[in-house]
């Protein structure tokens, strides 16, 4: 907990990795952590290899303050933690300032002050003038140095302010560095700059002070990846962001986009080399902590960052799968996917299966098969390129690798019902068939399908206790109006969580409640099948399971 | 259909908007247009005032060749209609090239060649040398050309090839140049670029060509809009984008902040200025039409853009909304204080009011309660941003415009059968009141809203004679999972048409079979009051109808 530098880092303390996840990416409309939340959060940072976790305000958040005192608990291998809060007020003194005192009360061996820089803010918004404002950096700056801490300086609007009034803007960071800050920190608080003229800034700032510099960007202009990368090229050696892009606005830099361009375009070991292959993971725990659905097309990260969907290239790709990934995805703990779509061929499905562990490169006649089933469903509306679980029991059945599957249906009934006083009721029965036995079950549901999956759930799980862990985690469906043939189709999408795995299965037909009914079976088909067979990577060239 | 050129724009041919949702963008997984889609989104982008539309792929795809048999019945205002497609295969001539001739059959007066630009590249996956490479891109230019279309060649892979092998990647471009293409693009396919190195490229090729250049950039490094930017700050005067950056793994550069950042930021008005307020409308119109949850958090559209969480601006912002917003969110159509949707504002709502031809202007308590209404109802889920008719009926609600509704629902009942036998059977009862008579009726469908829709004419077709003239012309669905609340809700959008207009409403339930009925009613309902109220313009500034 009295770290000030990050440990263990190739790069040591000449470059800084700083998270804001826990101060700046909480402004995100959306996002409320509990203590307990940031306590995970600063822990995957950690596994990362971040250098700085900036954990929030103390004095000003009380849950910042119940975060600081229970984060002395927290074994942080590599970061250092980190305090933000702005400097003492105008018209009093560091050492006085409830908001200043409440930065040392939480015992972050580092403080990022927050600073105006714009003449216009300090002027409009502090309402006061800009010798005082240096002075009250310099004091607070001075002050929190004198007590034993590490101070950054966030000096707010710069780029704004330099462009508006440079002398003002640099008078602030020698305040601050003068009193001992190590950092000047230039940041793009409204997010409207873009890399070329930034980088410049960046550089004309260094060479003027001789300062060393960090930089902050948010992403309002679709930038702030780009202007953070622009900005370590041009000799900042400090950059702040936050995991998946999380913040106010349109968001801050995101973390993983950052670290993945510095090691894989720039070279730069910015986090330990063994943390390099966490990227991927961390960035899904953590939305996950935060409760927000994956980006599928994040950079680097997303499940679709290396997904080809293009018949075009499927071929090729197998040759050489580097002629058509920027890197190699497993470097950053991903996988490419090759997506089975109208365009499909042998070649794509032939790796799309090895992705599966399902082998089909020494049986053409079965691939072949595939590839004619494949294409004939698709023709009538299925799609599984979003359903790695119906495409691999498909594979499978092919192969004649599938077992007796663990239930068949006889008949089910659903009944929608808009009574007379205006209340809406659904209520589903099955009959089936299962080890043996016929089992009716009738059960109720918000609508139609959670009727039905009440309904099957009840009749199979004295039967199937495995079936207990298994929860529907999403439905989606489409409707696919001019499809050729007469009437409209429907799609829908399920997707399955084990508390382990999550897979997703899919369902076409006429009927929406037919088509759900598909998807669902196809979801505990595959967890009946995955319990007999465990995934077994395939020819030495098979992934993780990405279902 | 036979412009060329952008017409309309204020900088005409000399900067080029190219947008390609409708081929690149359509490489996202999980999107499949159809082709009313198709049409629908490329109507959309005209009103933004793009300069050229690439429409898919004729030949290849049996809905591109379908699509541009129907395009040409599209009245676009501003934008050239484009076809994609590759260069001759090797060992023929272009002219007897199936896949070329598709692309004059298409009749679009433009067309972009993708050409291998990387050696690598070239002998690997195209399997062939490099003079005979650039003898395809010569010979299909030519034939091209000498056929009257306009043509410009996308160099894929341009900057990994210019960076191996710089002499094969300009054979390439001065291939496509001499034979008389107009722009030669450079696409980073991959998506690995940064921005200043990809400036420093864009630059030198231009320095060593005096072509024209194009830019095409994939976001596999979070840069994609940056280094469309960058590229145009080097001299590029032509820039592919795709609507929302859809596109294949993490997707291409967008649209809506590419040319956000070209109009606001560097002051080059490359679409009209009436279309500017338009981007955000836009946006989000697309995102219905792809059938995926629009980025809350896009820069410049996305209703968090400007969506400021109380802290430490809030006072401050009201003091001075520019000094902590990049731009003026209304100059692209968007709102600082939007939580929801942008229908949640006064102005909007006014707006869009006198769009629908409902006057508002001067009864501001009606507008207050309008704003409140819709926003109660977008907080349960509902979205007017696709369903103007609902909408209109909502305002004129609140106006108390609206006459007795046409029938009431007593109850119904839907019944949905999987036999042992394996038919899936839907049926439905309704039973209504209409001109004080209470009628029952039944009918089967294909699915549970198709028998109640059909249920519903039955019962209402003696009665409502004008009932027969309309038609259900498209049925989407979207669960909304992660709702704010308990469980998920449902939102189900209807078009309708009575051959004269087409119209949409919305209904949003936990049962979906609700859903869909609160839409279908609203549609009957609308149509009635529409037989009843023609629309008249409102003010001298109404526009056309657009349900």
């Not at 079965?366 to 494949?374: D, F, P, Q, S």
């Not at 001019?482 to 299965?505: F, K």
């Not at 037909?509 to 009946?528: P, T």
Request: hydrophobic share 45%; aromatic share 4%.
């Amino acid at each position: 907990m009295t770290r000030t530098t990050p440990a263990d880092t190739p790069l040591g303390d000449s470059f800084h990795v700083f998270d804001t996840t826990l101060r700046d990416g909480a402004q995100r409309e959306g996002i409320t952590y509990s203590v307990a939340d940031k306590l995970a959060v600063a822990r995957l940072l950690d596994e990362v290899g971040v250098g700085f976790i900036e954990g929030g305000w103390p004095g000003a958040m009380p849950k910042d303050t119940e975060f600081f005192a229970k984060a002395r608990e927290l074994d942080l291998q590599h970061a250092a933690l980190v305090a933000f809060g702005s400097t003492r007020r105008a018209g009093t003194t560091a050492d006085r300032d409830p908001q200043v005192r409440a930065l040392l009360d939480s015992a972050a061996p580092v403080v990022t002050l927050v600073a105006k820089s714009d003449r216009r803010h300090i002027e409009r918004a502090l309402r006061t003038d800009v010798p005082e404002a240096c002075a009250m950096v310099r004091d607070t700056v001075s002050f929190l140095v004198g007590e034993g801490r590490r101070v950054f300086l966030d000096a707010e609007h710069f780029f704004d302010g330099y462009a508006h009034d440079p002398d003002t803007a640099l008078a602030v960071l020698t305040a601050a560095v003068e009193a001992g800050a190590d950092v000047a920190v230039l940041c793009d608080t409204n997010g409207g700059q873009l890399p070329l003229h930034l980088a410049d800034t960046v550089g004309e700032v260094i060479a003027r002070t001789g300062f060393r510099v960090g930089i902050h960007c948010q992403d309002d202009t679709g930038c702030a990846v780009a202007n953070s990368i622009a900005a370590v090229q041009a000799g900042a050696t400090h950059v702040q962001c936050t995991a998946n892009g999380y913040g106010e606005r349109a968001g801050n830099a995101d973390l993983f986009s950052v670290v993945g361009n510095l090691v894989t375009k720039l070279g730069m070991p910015v986090i330990p080399a063994h943390a390099v292959p966490e990227l991927s993971r961390v960035s899904h725990a953590l939305a996950e902590i935060a409760n927000i659905a994956p980006d599928t097309h994040q950079a680097y990260v997303g499940s679709s960052a290396f997904a080809h969907k293009a018949g075009l290239h499927a071929s090729a790709i197998k040759v050489d799968p580097l002629l058509y990934n920027h890197i190699d995805p497993t470097v950053v703990g991903n996988d490419m996917r090759v997506l089975v779509t109208e365009m499909a061929g042998r070649a794509s499905l032939e790796l799309k299966g090895r992705e599966l562990g399902v082998d089909l490169a020494g049986q053409p006649e079965v691939l072949t098969a595939a590839v004619r089933k494949v294409k004939e469903l698709e023709s009538h509306g299925w799609s599984f390129e979003a359903a790695d679980a119906s495409l691999e029991l498909l594979l499978r059945h092919e192969l004649s690798e599938v077992d007796e599957p663990p239930f068949t249906l006889e008949s089910y009934r659903v009944i929608m019902d808009h009574s007379i006083d205006g209340t809406v009721v659904s209520e589903a029965t099955v009959k089936l068939h299962v080890n043996g036995a016929r089992v009716l079950a009738t059960a109720e549901g918000n609508g139609p399908v959670h009727a039905l999956d009440a309904a099957l759930r009840e009749a199979l799980l004295p039967h199937l206790p495995w079936l207990s862990a298994v929860q529907l985690t999403d439905y989606k469906v489409r409707i696919l109006v001019d499809h050729p043939g007469t009437d409209a189709v429907t799609r829908v999408l399920v997707e399955s969580t084990d508390g382990e795995r999550e897979w997703t299965t899919v369902g076409v037909h006429g009927n929406i409640v037919e088509a759900s009914w598909l998807a669902l079976c196809d979801a505990l088909v595959h967890k009946a099948m995955r319990a007999s067979r465990p995934l077994t990577a395939v020819g030495g060239h098979g992934g993780p399971p990405t279902t």
